[in-house]
């Protein structure tokens, strides 16, 4: 945007979020010839993938994490790494020259007159269509009691997690036994005694880079069960939908045997605070140096000004808002199906959303302003 008092422009669709679902409804949006500019909050495409734990691979293969149109660069077989995924953000973008603008933090969505008022500092754009392309991820979820710690513990969020040197000396402890959390007591447990508090969510009972899993399981796995079975259309998938909200995901590449070989003790839930030290359920109280909390995120929509949320979640049908016509939603958990929050999965959704944004209005005319 430029640089100006009170700016204001006009564009027809207006793109919340340039990670892979922004970036995929964009590609889609494109394709059918709709003016639209993908906003995005942090300096470059792909930062959101940078900025996590060093070690982190993708849980899917690279045959599996290539958005439509452009085939990832890697072995097929291959797990990337966030900096890979993030390059390949960033190339896409560049690819397929999509209005990306990058460091455009969105402060309050809005309607005014029948249109949406998208609302940056003090520029806005007003438009007939938006579509808010983030995940269910965005802002940190730490317990109230966390405060009541002893200063001297050091205390860091997944989110803020980089890699062991962050932590101090002294022992370590993992809130949240799901897929962030095994992973990063894995990371840690490598210079650090570590603990991992949580229930047992459950493992895949395969490894996911086997040859088996090659040839058959991975393929069955993403792409016809999350894919295909486990929908909001089936009861099945309605079940585990309602499992995926309330429990967390199942650990998709870490096994028990692998926290075990690594030294790392398992601890049931962390219910409070006693003498500044994490109190377990149990009664037991740990004496750590670190506590790293991988216990979620909530959905971060406060700056939505707009009646569609129930309980936190907005009210739509896959993607699709009734109650505020012209307003999407992409990326979110269990959209339409398990693999909705996926670099697979994501495709889909955002086609089906950028055809209701061109079927639902002629857009020809739509003033676009620069």
């Known amino acids: 945007m430029e640089a100006g008092e009170g700016i204001t422009e006009f564009v027809n669709t207006v793109v919340i979020g340039g990670g892979q679902a922004g970036l995929s409804v964009g590609y889609c949006l494109k394709e059918?010839?709709?003016?639209?500019?993908?906003?995005?909050?942090?300096?470059?495409?792909?930062?959101?993938?940078?900025?996590?734990?060093?070690?982190?691979?993708?849980?899917?293969?690279?045959?599996?994490?290539?958005?439509?149109?452009?085939?990832?660069?890697?072995?097929?077989?291959?797990?990337?790494?966030?900096?890979?995924?993030?390059?390949?953000?960033?190339?896409?973008?560049?690819?397929?020259?999509?209005p990306v603008r990058?460091?455009?933090?969105?402060?309050?969505?809005?309607?005014?007159?029948?249109?949406?008022?998208?609302?940056?500092?003090?520029?806005?754009?007003i438009a007939e269509n938006v579509v808010v392309a983030m995940s269910s991820f965005q802002c940190p979820r730490v317990p109230s009691f966390a405060q009541e710690l002893d200063p001297g513990i050091r205390q860091l969020h997944s989110v803020e997690y980089r890699r062991p040197s962050q932590l101090q000396d002294g022992d370590v402890l993992v809130v949240g036994a799901g897929n962030s959390g095994a992973e990063i007591a894995l990371d840690a447990s490598r210079s650090h005694k570590t603990w991992?508090?949580?229930?047992?969510?459950?493992?895949?009972?395969?490894?996911?880079?086997?040859?088996v899993s090659r040839l058959f399981?991975?393929?069955?796995?993403?792409?016809?069960?999350?894919?295909?079975?486990?929908?909001?259309?089936?009861?099945?998938?309605?079940?585990?939908?309602?499992?995926?909200?309330?429990?967390?995901?199942?650990?998709?590449?870490?096994?028990?045997?692998?926290?075990?070989?690594?030294?790392?003790?398992?601890?049931?839930?962390?219910?409070?605070?006693?003498?500044?030290?994490?109190?377990?359920?149990?009664?037991?109280?740990?004496?750590?140096?670190n506590v790293v909390w991988c216990t979620g995120f909530l959905p971060g929509h406060s700056w939505i000004d707009l009646p569609v949320f129930a309980h936190g979640e907005p009210e739509q049908e896959r993607g699709v808002v009734a109650k505020e016509p012209g307003l999407y939603f992409v990326g979110l958990r269990f959209l339409y199906s398990l693999s909705s929050a996926m670099i697979h999965g994501v495709a889909r959704d955002a086609d089906y959303i950028a055809r209701a944004i061109a079927h639902s209005r002629s857009f020809a005319d739509a003033a676009t302003v620069s």
């Open 32 to 98: 059918r010839n709709v003016p639209f500019v993908i906003l995005e909050a942090q300096e470059r495409v792909g930062d959101s993938w940078r900025k996590r734990w060093d070690s982190l691979h993708l849980f899917t293969p690279a045959i599996y994490d290539s958005l439509v149109g452009m085939p990832f660069p890697a072995d097929p077989y291959s797990f990337p790494s966030k900096n890979e995924m993030a390059d390949y953000l960033e190339s896409y973008a560049r690819h397929f020259d999509l």
């Open 102 to 125: 990058t460091g455009v933090t969105v402060d309050r969505l809005s309607k005014r007159d029948g249109k949406f008022v998208v609302s940056s500092g003090n520029r806005s754009i």
């Open 196 to 211: 991992l508090a949580g229930r047992d969510v459950g493992h895949i009972p395969f490894r996911i880079n086997g040859i």
């Open 217 to 289: 399981l991975v393929h069955f796995l993403f792409r016809v069960v999350f894919h295909r079975i486990l929908t909001v259309n089936t009861p099945m998938g309605r079940k585990v939908r309602q499992n995926v909200f309330g429990k967390g995901d199942t650990l998709i590449r870490i096994k028990p045997a692998d926290l075990a070989g690594a030294g790392i003790e398992r601890a049931p839930r962390v219910v409070g605070v006693r003498n500044g030290k994490p109190l377990l359920e149990d009664g037991r109280v740990l004496d750590v140096a």
